[in-house]
Each structure stands twice: as structure tokens, then as C-alpha cells.
């Protein structure tokens, strides 16, 4: 269905390279570095995800066939937004917040070709149990999660001991609602 389209996906995460690997379209990965992953200060929570993607898009020139796919995940905890941790003593703290609660995972994705242009975004609802400092710590040092917003990665150890509840979709946790992509392209 997808034929006439050169797919490229503008990411590093090695997370987000698999899983849309798993939707058996032929991509390449092309990356710009070093753009900017802020948004302005009076942004609603629930917009900065797709905000963050379109800027990601802006940064790339698309032409001929070539369709662009962008993405950016925040975690949410209240109004509190959770991105990468800086080191090791955010991640631990971002870890003792999201412990014992439930919190929104957004994705937005922005599709981008030479004649158009389409965002949306993706929200999931993840519960923690109450997670003990020691739990916490573990996780922190032997998987460095250093790369991952709200400094936890679903698919590792602490989701595993970790997550009691799940209200939508679990690939949208790990970085890219495949799902709702392919939905999308089709339409595209």
C-alpha cells in the first residue's frame, strides 16, 4: 500500500527501529542530531508530545517520494512533565514520583511528505505498584535508563516487577503506537 513511498524514520531508539520494523514496511533511519527537543512554557501537557515532533519534522527537507516519520514521548505524572533523566540521581527520583501512581504516556508522531504534513499523538495510562527504594535502585544502575522519558523503559526489568495497569497501548509506552501508525499511513 505503501509502495511509492521511500520511509524514512528519524530516530535513534533502537525501541522505536524495532517495532516498526514489526509492521514489515521497508524504512531507512536518518537522523539529524543535535535538534532542539524544547516547546514553549504555556504548552498543554497533553500537546507537547506532537509539538515536539513537528519541530522534529521542520528540521529534515523531504522531497520526491520520501515519507518522514517522527515521534516524541513524554510521561506525564499529574501536570509534572517526566522527559530523560540527566543522570542518575533524576532518573531515581523520577522513579520514587511515578511509584505507587498512575501516569500518562503520550507519543506524538508526525507524518511528512513533500505535499503534506500530519501529527497526532497517542496516550496510554500506566500504574505502578508501590515500588521500594531498593527496586528502584537496581533498576537505575544495572539498566541506565538514562534514555528513556520517566526514566523507565516498559519493557525491561521495572515494567516486568513493576506495572500493575495498563489502559491502551503497551508499544505506545515503549516509544511509537505502531498501531495507530499504520492506521494512519493507510489513510495518508
Known amino acids: 500500500m505503501l509502495e511509492q513511498y521511500q520511509i524514512i524514520l528519524a530516530s535513534n531508539s533502537p525501541r522505536r527501529k524495532e517495532l516498526l520494523q514489526g509492521l514489515d514496511l521497508p524504512f531507512q533511519v536518518h537522523v539529524i542530531e543535535g535538534v532542539s527537543e524544547d516547546y514553549p512554557s504555556d504548552l498543554s501537557v497533553n500537546q ?61 508522531v508526525t507524518l511528512t511528505s513533500s505535499a503534506k504534513q500530519h501529527s497526532f499523538s497517542v496516550k496510554t495510562n500506566v500504574t505502578f505498584k508501590h515500588l521500594t527504594d531498593e527496586e528502584i535502585q537496581y533498576y537505575v544502575h544495572h539498566y541506565k535508563p538514562f534514555d528513556k522519558a520517566g526514566a523507565y523503559g516498559i519493557q525491561e526489568w521495572i515494567g516486568y516487577i513493576g506495572v500493575t495497569g495498563l489502559e491502551g497501548s503497551y508499544f505506545n509506552v515503549m516509544g511509537l503506537p505502531v498501531q495507530r501508525i499504520y492506521q494512519e499511513l493507510q489513510k495518508f
Open 48 to 108: 507537547i508530545a506532537e509539538y515536539i515532533s513537528k519541530e522534529k519534522a521542520a528540521a529534515y527537507h523531504v522531497s520526491g517520494n520520501q515519507l518522514l516519520i517522527t515521534a516524541d514521548t513524554v510521561v506525564i505524572l499529574g501536570n509534572i512533565v517526566l522527559g530523560k533523566p540527566a543522570n542518575e540521581a533524576e532518573a531515581l527520583k523520577m522513579l520514587r514520583l511515578l511509584s505507587g501512581k498512575t501516569h500518562q504516556v503520550i507519543t506524538g
